[in-house]
Structures are given as structure tokens and as C-alpha cells.
């Protein structure tokens, strides 16, 4: 079965980095495009940036554009999100998602000011 197992969060200061990592399982990897997404306490989910199959094209949310960075390694079928310069308002539950809708259960950033 689909596995996606996110780990990497953590508690950091404003200004501070991580890299989320998701490591994935039970499916083709590198057929499927991938996507983060997070929910912040209280909210719905936020589409945060996706990559296609090969890595060859990403996209992102207008305010994370310049700070994170997504990328995947297909022969470690693993997919990444480096945060750098973070902010409180990126505090969330952030998951990796599978083109279909599967998802991981999550990992925890919060950004303290």
C-alpha cells in the first residue's frame, strides 16, 4: 500500500532552516508528481509547492517563493522541501502528497519569533 512518511520538522526561531524529507513507498515514485501542503492550527490546508516527475519543473505559493525550495531524489524515492529564512506564519503540519490525493501524516514546524 501507499506509504509517505514526512519527518525533518522541528521547533526553530524566525530566520531559521529545515529540510523536511518524505520518504515513500507501495507505488512508482518517479511516475507521480508530488506536492507539499501544510495546516496551521485553526485553518485548512495550503497547497505549498509541487514538482513533476523528473524534478524539471516546480512551482510555489507566492510567500514561501524565494525561501523554499522543493526537490526529489528518484532513486531514493524521497522527496524534500528545504525552508530557509523561516517565519512564524510558516508554523503548520506540513505533508507530502501523492498526485491522487495520498498523504502522509505529517511533521511538525513551528517558528518561533
Known amino acids: 500500500q501507499v506509504q509517505l512518511v514526512e519527518s525533518g520538522g522541528g521547533l526553530v526561531q524566525s530566520g531559521g532552516s529545515l529540510r523536511l524529507s518524505c520518504a515513500a513507498s507501495g507505488f512508482p515514485f518517479g511516475f507521480y508528481r508530488m506536492k507539499w501542503v501544510r495546516q496551521a492550527p485553526g485553518k485548512g490546508l495550503e497547497w505549498v509547492s509541487s514538482?513533476?516527475?523528473?524534478?524539471?519543473?516546480?512551482s510555489y505559493l507566492d510567500s514561501v517563493k524565494g525561501r523554499f525550495t522543493i526537490s526529489r531524489d528518484n532513486a531514493k524515492n524521497t522527496l524534500y522541501l528545504e525552508m530557509n529564512n523561516l517565519k512564524p506564519e510558516d508554523t503548520a503540519v506540513y505533508y507530502c502528497?501523492?498526485?491522487?490525493?495520498?498523504r502522509g501524516q505529517g511533521t511538525q514546524v513551528t517558528v518561533s519569533s
Open positions: 514538482i513533476t516527475t523528473g524534478g524539471g519543473a516546480t
Open positions: 502528497e501523492k498526485d491522487g490525493g495520498d
